[in-house]
């Protein structure tokens, strides 16, 4: 069984009235290579008229966004003609490469009306060849993301990436990574073999699990050591996990602000060619 190295507790950082919890990085945890920003927002109630989502046009380059929407809506734009409203059960990928402008705020609906609120958006880091590559956006519903069951229909698998139980996930990775969101009914379990050369990002977003014998409750995020393979799971109550799992880069990293690139000169390089409009243009 793989061994677990420490269970990072994810600090509140609420974001103007968004409820915001992250587990990494912080003092005890930079990155799970190539995992490398977790933000969890909600769950929390939207009244009527509400203003939504604080996210307006900001850059980003060097890095991947998954967001994975339990409840509410996004509406994606960006400056590469990219635009869609994803709601609850649905996954935005988006590959912010040599650089774009995008926004990520509430549908006109959803401010008029209000609602429940569960958002994550998880960063990956980009391999340094693949830094500048062209910039990609992919939104999918609940609907166009390959599922399957396991135990008997007490765990449902959402299949992102990679390939688990012969299903092909829903998005071709930029690099090889697996990757799924996974729905448990209480006393639901599995079972997954990880190759100990891989890093595991493991992250538990409603409910309490039993993880390798160890007791974890929510927004927790479980870090593990690379000696061993097997991961044992079992729902002590119901519970949504996000499992992801990579070989690291072992690559220099800087990340500021929405940057994430391999030397400080590449920062200043992207705050310039933004500055200077290499971004695309902010139509919306």
Not at 15 to 31: E, G, K
Not at 128 to 138: F, S
Request: glycine fraction near 10%; aromatic fraction near 10%; hydrophobic fraction near 35%.
């Amino acid at each position: 069984m793989r061994q677990i190295k420490r269970i990072h507790k994810a600090e509140y950082r609420p974001i103007a009235d968004l409820v915001t919890y992250s587990p990494m990085p912080t003092r005890s945890l930079q990155q799970i290579d190539p995992f490398i920003f977790l933000n969890h927002h909600g769950f929390q109630t939207y009244p009527e008229r509400n203003q939504g989502l604080p996210f307006g046009p900001h850059p980003h380059r060097g890095m991947e966004t998954v967001t994975f929407i339990l409840e509410g809506d996004i509406m994606h734009k960006d400056s590469s003609g990219h635009e869609s409203v994803i709601g609850p059960g649905g996954v935005q990928y988006m590959t912010a490469g040599s650089g774009l402008i995008h926004a990520e705020v509430s549908s006109s609906d959803f401010k008029r009306n209000g609602g429940d609120l569960e958002i994550l958006q998880l960063w990956l880091n980009l391999p340094a060849a693949k830094k500048m590559i062209t910039p990609n956006y992919i939104g999918l519903q609940q609907e166009d993301i390959p599922t399957f069951d396991l135990d008997g229909g007490k765990v449902k698998v959402q299949q992102l990436f990679g390939e688990w139980n012969g299903v092909e996930g829903a998005f071709e990775g930029t690099f090889p990574i697996t990757m799924c969101t996974i729905y448990l009914e209480k006393e639901g379990k599995f079972e997954k073999e990880i190759s100990a050369e891989e890093n595991i990002f493991f992250y538990i977003v409603r409910g309490e699990l039993n993880v390798n014998g160890t007791e974890v409750m929510f927004r927790n995020l479980v870090e593990f050591g690379n000696s061993g393979q097997k991961i044992q799971v079992e729902a002590l109550e119901e519970a949504v996990l996000i499992l992801g799992h990579a070989l690291p880069f072992n690559e220099p990293m800087v990340a500021q602000g929405p940057f994430v690139m391999n030397t400080q000169q590449q920062i200043q390089e992207a705050y310039a060619d933004y500055q200077a409009g290499k971004f695309g243009a902010w139509n919306h």
